[in-house]
């Protein structure tokens, strides 16, 4: 944005002008900035270029394999930075044009199988990794303006079931391109194996060094990221990145004021393909395989999430989404880890939703106080009801506080697990003292699913986790971590 | 050659006839109003002439030129902006955005075009870096009116101009208005309010359904028994 103060010559410095509203003209000095020190805190980091702030966050991330030597933990920490390439597309699309597109992953998809049909021993091609990876983000863009010409002119509901209906397509022709007209052309349903890795300054890079996850792989998508973060900037910033945001805003004022709407709609649509295609690369050389199944409505809703997440729009708001989630999904797989996540978003749910400490104390230790109560009346019933705890560490502070069998009459899941949605939704139409008296049981009700059926079901448990902690940030921040502020025209 | 002309025009949507074999004409430098009452196709002529709407049958020209078949940036290239009935900002961008948006086709706007229209509001050079949304409605009719000034339209179309202002601000707003004018800009003002825009401008059309039922000289029509039943209510 160009600043125009050698303007300020040609301002009268007498009062209000033609046209001023007397009330806004006492009111000169109306800001849209927090007060008090907040306010000064975010007025001393607004001086730190944005440029800093990317290479202390590269050189911070740079710094994860130094400090860290376990594979595992180099290897999420490469996927993370495969979600932050992705999370910006998608920002692209959704967030500055303000496109409604469930079909971004196929992009993903179109990207991996391109790299691996140009790098692999299925047609015996091998491209120099200098040369496959623009041709591939050349096809992505391509891809993706080719689907945008059929839906430029959908907006909203019709433009998401277009696209939702590319993802599917691509997923169709995948898994069936192994009889295609005769040809295996897609390894169908088994892939594509035996890709190459990528090849860069006359060397392999391998994946495995000495049985751990190589660190290059990490450090050439941190350098993607670096490229593709400053590319996009520069494209936002630009003449066409205001445009996509005004087109965001009213398509019809934009079309007005002479802009080409249907052009930027499919520019918008190219660029986030090429971002998609360019991480689908990455994706495809390290894991040296593809598969239909990975770039699918999972793989969507988590994207998605970031992007929600971290403040559809903002840049570092999408990298912050991918940065939270990417790590959190993977720590929600073990179980000690995801039980502290799941009370932390539990407490601070409650905590940030009670309007006031009293209420907050109160339910809290009502809670506390209700739960062994319960624990002492079932074990005074039954023994058996509480024998499934554990001993020690935090997991045995919750048993000794939840009611926990070791054995799980068949019917208490789905019985506990639909009174505890039932007991959501009355604690949702109740007010006051009475909201109060019915919350108590519904959260501990909440504590018993989560430790008796949930934790014996990790997979689909870690996605209701990442619902839960969406929902309470939506009702908190409805514009995300780092979103812009919206401003309606009413 | 006059700058505008719609020529015989016929505009539907879908089954329904709105515009029925609508001429109207504009010269260069004039100030024009277009008046009506609810549904008689005000809003329509505007999209039509801006090519958001296409005419069945007749023609739109620019300084002679037929533009029917162009799309709304060609016509907006060929120097016509406009100021959006209810404004219409952008509003999470900043003033100084919205004002380069206006400039879109130019390549976001010269230092004079931003001189001059900060010139007529300076209030818009004070508050080039808030956020539109947050503005009253008085200042966003001026952001509005530097939004379509930052083309350097040769017309300048402007859609109810005087909507949800106090009555203070409308009569500043023709002020504003007529300033633009004497600047040698022509412009069509569509209005529910005969009575100011008559005030300033040199001529005037009445629609009513679609079909023009007068026009003439403004002074005339300030006289014409019919329309002072019609719209002037007295």
Redesign the interface.
């Known amino acids: 944005m160009t600043d125009s103060t050698p303007h300020s010559s040609s301002i009268p410095a007498s009062g209000p002008a033609v046209g001023q509203d007397e009330w806004v003209a006492r009111h000169a000095a109306r800001r849209l900035m927090p007060v008090g020190p907040l306010r000064t805190v975010e007025e001393r980091l607004r001086i730190v270029p944005w440029w800093a702030w990317l290479v202390l966050f590269i050189a911070a991330m740079s710094l994860l394999p130094v400090v860290e030597s376990s594979g595992y933990v180099r290897r999420v920490g490469f996927d993370t930075v495969l979600y932050m390439l992705l999370a910006l597309g998608l920002n692209v699309v959704v967030g500055w044009g303000g496109l409604l597109d469930l079909g971004y992953v196929a992009f993903y998809g179109v990207g991996a199988y391109a790299y691996a049909l140009l790098d692999s021993d299925k047609f015996g091609v091998h491209l120099p990794t200098l040369v496959a990876v623009p041709v591939v983000v050349v096809i992505g863009a391509v891809v993706g303006f080719l689907l945008g010409l059929p839906s430029r002119r959908l907006t909203g509901d019709y433009l998401a079931i277009v696209t939702l209906f590319f993802l599917q397509l691509f997923q169709t022709v995948m898994t069936n391109g192994d009889s295609a007209f005769g040809h295996n052309l897609t390894g169908g349903p088994n892939g594509i194996l035996r890709i190459d890795p990528l090849h860069l300054f006359g060397h392999d890079l391998t994946v495995q060094h000495q049985g751990v996850f190589a660190v290059s792989y990490f450090y050439v998508a941190l350098g993607f990221f670096a490229v593709v973060f400053v590319a996009l900037r520069f494209v936002n910033s630009s003449r066409t990145g205001r445009a996509w945001r005004s087109l965001r805003e009213d398509p019809l004022a934009a079309e007005a004021m002479g802009m080409p709407v249907n052009w930027l709609k499919l520019m918008s649509f190219s660029f986030g393909a090429a971002v998609a295609a360019l991480t689908g690369t990455l994706f495809a050389a390290l894991n040296a395989s593809v598969f239909p199944l990975t770039f699918y409505f999972v793989l969507l809703i988590t994207v998605y999430t970031m992007v929600i997440l971290g403040g559809s729009g903002s840049q570092p708001g999408v990298v912050a989404g991918a940065l939270i989630i990417s790590p959190l999904l993977e720590m929600l797989r073990d179980p000690g880890k995801s039980r502290i996540i799941f009370f932390a978003v539990l407490i601070g749910g409650v905590g940030l939703a009670a309007r006031r400490s009293r209420t907050l104390g109160v339910a809290a230790a009502a809670t506390i106080a209700f739960g062994f109560a319960v624990h002492e009346l079932a074990r005074a019933i039954d023994a058996s009801w509480v024998s499934g705890e554990k001993a020690g560490g935090f997991a045995g502070a919750v048993d000794h506080w939840v009611v926990h069998p070791a054995q799980l009459a068949s019917w208490i899941p789905p019985v506990s697990y639909i009174g505890l949605i039932a007991a959501t939704l009355l604690v949702t139409t109740l007010h006051g003292r009475l909201r109060l008296v019915a919350l108590v049981p519904t959260l501990y009700l909440s504590a018993f699913v989560w430790e008796n059926v949930m934790l014996a079901k990790p997979e689909p448990a870690r996605y209701i986790v990442l619902g839960l902690i969406l929902i309470a940030l939506m009702i908190l921040r409805p514009n995300g971590l780092l979103g812009e502020r919206r401003v309606e025209i009413v | 050659m006059s700058l505008l002309e719609l020529d015989n025009v016929d505009t539907y949507y879908g089954q329904i006839h709105i515009l029925q074999g609508l001429s109207i004409r504009i010269e260069p430098g004039e100030l024009v109003c277009l008046l009506g009452g609810n549904a008689s196709g005000k809003s329509t002529t505007l999209k039509t002439i ?1 090519g ?1 709407v296409r005419p069945r049958t007749g023609m739109v020209r620019i300084e002679g030129e037929d533009v029917t078949k162009r ?3 060609y ?3 060929r120097g016509l902006a ?1 100021v ?1 009935e ?9 003033v ?3 004002l ?3 400039a ?2 130019r ?2 706007g010269a ?1 004079e075009d ?2 001059r229209v ?2 007529l ?3 818009l ?2 508050r ?1 870096a ?13 952001v509005a009116m530097g ?1 379509a000034l930052m ?1 350097r339209p040769k017309l300048l179309l402007m859609d109810e101009p005087s909507m949800g202002l106090a009555p203070i ?1 409308v009569e ?2 023709f ?2 208005i007529e300033q633009v004018h004497q600047s040698g800009v022509a412009i069509l003002v569509v209005e529910q309010n005969a009575n100011v825009s008559l005030s300033i401008a040199d001529r005037g059309y009445v629609l009513s359904t679609g079909r023009l039922v007068l026009e003439g000289k403004a002074a005339d029509l300030r006289e014409n028994e019919d329309l002072r039943k019609a719209y002037l209510g007295r």
């Open positions: 801006l958001i799309p709304t940036s016509r907006i290239g406009i959006p209810n404004r219409r900002l952008f509003a999470p961008m900043t100084l955005e919205n380069e948006m206006g879109y086709l390549g976001g230092k931003f001189e900060y010139e509001f300076p209030l050079h004070e080039r808030q956020l539109a949304g947050t503005l009253s409605g008085g200042e966003q009719q001026m939004r083309s601000l500043k707003n002020e504003i």
